[in-house]
């Protein structure tokens, strides 16, 4: 079962909410353009401890998705999985492989692995050692991480492509797709669907976590509609890298489906009060005030499977 938070903002300020949004667009684009795409999550990488965590969390919830999707256990022992944007740091991938994947690919278009010191995996290795896991796989764990850094890993595979090109994973017969809180900052979703086509296995298993909130952090719990107030021109003239793409469910839904997957489906995990989004709805960009965007979704998870 899939736990659904719901959030109730404290207050509803409208004209004041529109006003400071429209602001920070305006800066997060001045921001981006002079420092570029500088952190992934919204603490920092130099939470060593909370990384770590987060890391296995992140893992221990995708396979509790797969489990409820599959409708029994998800067996990854063996696979080949590709993780679309991994962020900061492998993590994930090293975690993956500590639980019989047999090879973890990720493609990213921004490179963040130099935010994380030696201090970030000498701690994940603690945690292997305090979860017993077996020194041999540790051992090769080890050996992975360093030739990832020379260039030379052949079971953890780390890309990264500014133009986020998948064609360079061709043929790689990937078992299942996973992504954490990426999706939404991607800029052609249907072209990387599409060529997921040519990556995967027949029957091969999608599972995103979509944020679909504003991303801006002091606005984040007061607004978290915030992004979908503005005009599509002037959304667009603040256009920043990682700029959410205001895709809604159904859009995500189609475009797996148009592209050749089943099975789809779309679950929330966090979810807006319905009296909150009463007052917010009527002053959003007019084109998401039909029924079916869902605007209560603010976290959802969508698995599919590959026909």
């Not at 529109?18 to 981006?32: E, I, S």
Request: include cysteine.
């Amino acid at each position: 079962m899939v736990d659904v938070q719901t959030l109730n903002p404290p207050h509803v300020r409208n004209l004041t909410y529109h006003v400071l949004g429209a602001l920070a667009l305006a800066a997060n684009k001045l921001r981006y353009y002079y420092f570029g795409y500088r952190r992934a999550r919204d603490f920092d990488p130099s939470q060593i401890d909370r990384c770590v965590k987060y890391d296995f969390e992140v893992v221990e919830n995708w396979l509790a998705y797969l489990n409820t999707y599959l409708g029994k256990p998800a067996e990854i022992d063996g696979k080949n999985i590709l993780e679309l944007g991994p962020g900061q740091d492998l993590g994930v991938g090293l975690i993956l492989l500590a639980k019989g994947v047999r090879k973890y690919n990720a493609i990213d278009a921004n490179n963040l692995l130099a935010q994380n010191s030696e201090k970030f995996y000498e701690a994940l290795f603690r945690r292997f050692e305090k979860d017993n896991y077996d020194k041999a796989i540790i051992v090769e764990l080890h050996q992975q991480l360093e030739r990832v850094q020379s260039d030379q890993a052949d079971r953890l595979n780390y890309l990264c492509r500014r133009n986020f090109d998948l064609s360079v994973l061709d043929g790689e017969g990937v078992d299942f797709v996973l992504s954490q809180a990426a999706f939404e900052h991607f800029d052609d979703v249907d072209r990387t669907i599409k060529q997921l086509n040519h990556v995967v296995n027949p029957g091969a298993v999608f599972l995103a976590v979509i944020d679909l909130q504003t991303h801006t952090r002091w606005l984040r719990s007061r607004d978290p509609l915030n992004i979908y107030r503005y005009s599509d021109f002037y959304y667009h003239l603040c256009r920043y890298v990682s700029q959410p793409n205001r895709l809604r469910p159904a859009e995500y839904r189609e475009i797996l489906a148009d592209n050749g997957w089943g099975n789809i489906q779309i679950k929330p995990l966090s979810v807006l009060d319905s009296d909150y989004l009463r007052q917010v709805q009527p002053h959003l960009n007019e084109r998401f005030g039909a029924k079916d965007n869902q605007m209560e979704y603010l976290t959802i998870v969508i698995c599919a499977t590959k026909s």
